[in-house]
């Protein structure tokens, strides 16, 4: 029999886990074409399937590889992500489209919360698009969510 404080512990902990944060980022492929990449550093976190974090994703990027993409997406539109449940205010997950220097425009892109922040996202179409950074200080391109367990969708050739 588990000591009265040793139980509630282990009710706190059970119950801690049901709650977990997760996010999942799933991708629409309209292109036909190319295969969508899920980076988290080094590591390749999907090639096309849905993709689920427990806890934070921090300092994801998404691009469609065409044959032409370096592996951090060098040459090709790239979405960068974190997603996270917010602790402060303006402390949530955030969601951007690049075509800084290495990157360019190669395939029309966009993405958007789901569970969340529904309808809130960016496309970009063409490659002066005013939805994406070109430069390091275009922060106002940024989409922010400040909800629990947000998802993402990342589309190709909208």
């Known amino acids: ?22 996010h999942t980022v799933i991708f629409d492929n309209r292109c036909g074409r190319g295969t969508p990449m899920l980076i988290q550093g080094p590591n390749v976190l999907s090639t096309g399937g849905a993709y689920t974090s427990n806890g934070p994703l921090n300092s994801a990027i998404a691009y469609l590889q065409t044959g032409s993409c370096g592996f951090n997406g060098d040459g090709c539109t790239m979405v960068e992500t974190t ?62 969510c400040q909800k629990n367990d947000v998802n993402l969708v990342v589309t190709f050739c909208l």
């Open 1 to 22: 029999m588990l000591a009265p404080k040793t139980a509630f512990f282990a009710l706190f902990f059970l119950a801690a886990g049901v709650h977990a944060e997760r």
């Open 83 to 144: 997603l996270k449940n917010p602790t402060t205010p303006g402390g949530g997950s955030s969601t951007d489209i690049t075509l800084i220097p290495p990157h360019s425009f190669s395939v029309t892109t966009g993405f958007g919360y789901y569970n969340g922040c529904d309808n809130t996202g960016a496309d970009c179409t063409n490659a002066n698009c005013p939805t994406a950074f070109h430069f390091f200080n275009d922060n106002h391109v940024q989409v922010q």
